[in-house]
């Protein structure tokens, strides 16, 4: 049994059963900063009020008073008092809905204290009073009412006839009044009654006979309060409630009740004395709600086992353990001793336990694969329904069963993990009580279920993604030391008969060339020539491949100073050329030296030879300082190419010029574009025939981590 | 009969372009030629004694039949009889690896055959003319 107390302001907003109840209560809680503005307010505070929860947080509390001494005025005293440290016992003053009617509230103000004694909050709570101040002015009125008229008739006692006939017809509009009053407490859905001092019924509506058991209220006129309580529940009345009324204070709590017939049940009561020293009492059957506040708390442990679940799949936990996990939870929610998981192999016709549970003691080892059917699922399962064993007696004693019986489990509920209309395992649930699983048992073991199904598939899933990352990595591992290997043999195997074919054709012409004669040796010429080519043509290949598994030393580089080494190489490889290198000051980079340098010494000696037929040959490195990266470009006044061959520029072996004109093995820029990739940049080109090229290129910026 | 330079050269062209070159600087008379790698560890260990002084320089080529350029360049200096005698790679690999591994294991000198016949001609008589007449050995 709980009571409300209204003395919330001490207790920690933090424990999850306040928290609860200050969702559900239903009286009106608001907490208040201490400039007093509204920081948070329950959802009965909401509707009190007819806001939306969010649309009052963070207004000021005098914003939901109206103006006036009873309403905004009597608010602003009310914080003046509580900002001092003071708490305010329900101050009596009005409030406004959204709607704009106005309602009387009482107010009851705590200041909740930081540990430095400064305030933190001020928790409000706040109590519709309307009805009863309307009835309080509905009676003052009726007072006033009847006393005029008792001064009329005693003034004017000779006009007898008349004025009794208008007399009577007053009355009897006031006891049809009174009864319509009545008759409305009695249609109401709350309980109603009013109690003489010495606590007997004076009156009670019929929801309040209806709630106690009771066919008619007029059963319970006359009779003690007492007969509605176990003794239990009178002793706590008296010791509790009765101090607080004789306060002349208002009372309201839960209390359980006790019916005609003997059965007890929850009931919420707001008691209110009455100045004569009886009191009125207003109550509620709250079975509906507190099975509510169960389901919720039901609810908010599914959520919790749910969200568990799906930690567990972020973490990207082993399936053991996510089984494990969800099987702990669940017998948070389902009455069992013991649980566990198997995933179904239908190729190999076995099971495999995965986890078990076993409530009360530690985790229980798994990884046991047994025949299918040893285990205990039926046809049902294989249709995706759920299956209550309700005595384990009535099926195949199967080793598996044997051992549960054991156990001492009674009775089990298996629960199918499908997915695509697959089966992939199931979920026992034993308990050691005989019986069944309520429906709601049901559902949320299916529902965990479920859950833990996709769970285990997506770990699955990872494991498969893992695992076939894994098998890649080590094909390209493979296939690297195949092309290392590869290239290792080109290296060696290609150039020894290439020398040969060299060697001793030049051997030939050295020696025997008397006996050759001149197309003799013009064919000899073309056999040197083309093995030289072909050496060429291996080296360049071998330092592209090399390109892709080489390892990048990378570091700053001063790109001037490279450009200008570079230069000074070209020049004296041309000492017979006219070529006028321009350089502006270009920014630094960061990468792998000797890698950028081959880029660098490719592309200038891709300029310089393309101007071949220019004199001066002009060639020009100028840097984009517009761009984010470091970019470099290289242009010349050289022979140029067609744009329309731009995008087979950079691919190996692709040439836009025939060998007579520009002699080269198509590798070159190949080599570039692979340099300049692997430092995470880009290049292109421009140009036009006869109007020169230019190519752009990036690299990282000096202070980049690269790539 | 001892000779001065050891040739160990598996491929026939290669050698006779090589002796070639030096013959034009008068040294073919002192060189000896071997095919596989087995036979240069046989000729320079077990047989030793049948030919007097060790040679003054080795021309080794890497890739070799039976036991690698390599292992010949490794038992060569790990034994104290001919850890002194300088060992010219003198191969057709460029490759970082055999570089590496070469100078780890103590070799002379590295050089890469070019595949250009004058070039290839004038490195093998520089390295002959360098190793038996400028360079100074031990044995």
Redesign the interface.
């Known amino acids: 049994m709980s009571s409300v107390s209204p003395s919330v302001s001490d207790r920690s907003t933090t424990t999850p059963d306040y928290q609860a109840l200050y969702e559900t209560a239903p009286v009106a809680y608001f907490s208040v900063s201490p400039g007093g503005y509204i920081q948070m307010l329950n959802p009965y505070a909401a509707d009190l009020l007819g806001y939306k929860r969010r649309a009052l947080v963070g207004q000021s509390a005098l914003s939901i008073c109206p103006p006036g001494p009873e309403g905004r005025e009597r608010a602003l005293q009310v914080l003046q008092q509580v900002q001092q440290g003071h708490s305010v016992e329900k101050a009596e003053m009005r409030m406004v809905r959204s709607s704009g009617t106005e309602l009387w509230v009482h107010l009851t103000v705590h200041p909740v204290q930081n540990d430095d004694g400064t305030i933190e909050r001020f928790q409000s709570i706040v109590t519709d009073i309307t009805s009863r101040k309307e009835m309080q002015a509905q009676l003052e009125t009726n007072q006033v009412a009847l006393e005029s008229r008792v001064q009329a008739r005693t003034a004017e006692l000779e006009r007898v006839n008349e004025e009794l006939r208008a007399e009577i017809r007053e009355r009897r509009a006031v006891q049809e009044q009174q009864q319509r009053q009545l008759a409305a407490m009695d249609a109401a859905m709350a309980g109603m009654s009013i109690h003489a001092p010495n606590g007997a019924f004076r009156y009670a509506n019929q929801a309040h006979a209806t709630i106690y058991g009771y066919d008619d209220p007029e059963e319970l006129i006359g009779e003690s309060w007492r007969i509605l309580y176990d003794a239990q529940e009178q002793a706590y009345i008296e010791a509790e409630v009765f101090p607080v009324l004789d306060r002349g204070e208002q009372w309201s709590g839960d209390l359980t009740g006790l019916r005609r017939d003997g059965s007890t049940f929850p009931v919420y009561l707001t008691l209110t004395p009455l100045d004569d020293g009886g009191l009125t009492c207003i109550c509620e059957d709250i079975t509906a709600r507190k099975e509510r506040e169960q389901q919720l708390e039901l609810y908010t442990r599914r959520l919790e086992v749910l969200r568990d679940i799906d930690q567990a799949i972020l973490q990207a936990q082993s399936p053991a353990d996510i089984a494990q996990a969800a099987m702990k939870r669940l017998h948070h929610l389902v009455p069992c001793s013991r649980s566990s998981v198997a995933l179904l192999d239908r190729n190999t016709n076995e099971g495999t336990v995965l986890a078990r549970y076993s409530a009360g003691e530690s985790m229980l080892d798994s990884g046991v694969t047994v025949p299918l059917s040893h285990f205990q699922f039926t046809e049902a399962a294989l249709h995706q329904q759920h299956h209550i064993v309700e005595d384990i007696r009535s099926v195949k004693q199967t080793p598996l069963i044997q051992q549960l019986r054991e156990e001492g489990i009674q009775a089990f509920m298996t629960l199918p993990m499908s997915m695509e209309d697959t089966l992939i395992g199931i979920v026992n649930l034993g308990t050691e009580d005989p019986g069944c699983f309520t429906e709601q048992e049901q559902r949320i073991a299916q529902e965990v279920t479920d859950q833990l199904t996709i769970a285990l598939r997506q770990a699955q899933l990872l494991e498969q993604v893992q695992q076939h990352t894994e098998r890649l990595e080590q094909r390209v591992e493979e296939r690297t030391k195949e092309l290392e290997s590869f ?2 043999s080109v ?3 290609l ?6 074919v ?6 030939l012409l050295n020696a025997h060339s008397d006996q050759l004669d001149d197309e003799g040796q013009r064919l000899l010429g073309v056999i ?1 020539e083309s ?2 080519r072909m ?1 060429q043509l ?2 360049d290949l ?1 330092a592209l491949s090399r390109l892709g598994s080489r390892e990048m030393r990378s570091g700053p580089i001063d790109m001037d100073a490279l450009v200008d080494d570079v230069i000074d190489e070209l020049d004296r490889a041309h000492p017979d050329r006219n070529i006028v290198f321009s350089c502006d000051p270009l920014p630094r980079t960061c990468g792998d030296r000797s890698m950028v340098r081959q880029a660098l010494t490719n592309l200038l000696s891709n300029a310089v030879k393309f101007t071949q037929d220019e004199a001066p040959a002009r060639i020009r490195i100028t840097s984009d300082t517009k761009a984010d990266v470091p970019t470099y470009v290289i242009e010349d006044n050289g022979a140029g190419f067609d744009m329309a061959y731009a995008d087979k520029l950079f691919g190996v072996f692709q040439r836009l010029h025939d060998d007579d004109a520009f002699e080269g093995t198509g590798v070159g820029l190949a080599i570039v574009e692979r340099v300049v990739q692997r430092h995470g940049g880009h290049v292109e080109a421009e140009g036009a025939v006869g109007e020169g090229a230019s190519f752009t290129f990036t690299l990282p910026k000096e202070t980049a981590t690269p790539p | 009969m001892s000779r001065s330079i050891l040739l160990i050269e598996d ?1 026939p ?2 050698a006779e ?1 090589t002796l ?1 070159a030096l013959r034009e600087l008068g040294l073919d008379e002192d060189v000896m030629h071997l095919r596989d790698g087995a036979e240069a560890l046989r000729y320079l260990f077990q047989d030793a004694s049948d030919h007097g002084t060790p040679p003054k320089l080795i021309l080794l080529d ?2 070799l039949p039976k036991v690698s350029g390599l292992e010949v360049l490794e038992a060569l200096k790990s034994d104290e009889r001919t850890h002194c005698i300088p060992v010219i790679a003198l ?5 970082q690896q055999d570089l590496t591994r070469c100078y780890d294991l103590g070799v002379n000198s590295y050089v890469v ?6 070039q ?1 001609t004038e490195t093998v008589q520089r390295i002959g003319r360098y190793w038996t007449s400028t360079n100074q050995t031990v044995c």
């Open positions: 290239t290792y290296s060696h195997d150039r020894t008969p290439l020398r040969a060299d060697g001793f054709s030049r051997m040197v093995a030289q050496g291996i080296d071998l | 491929q062209y290669d372009l070639r890497l890739k191969t057709s690999s460029q490759e055959k070019p595949v250009d016949f004058e290839f």
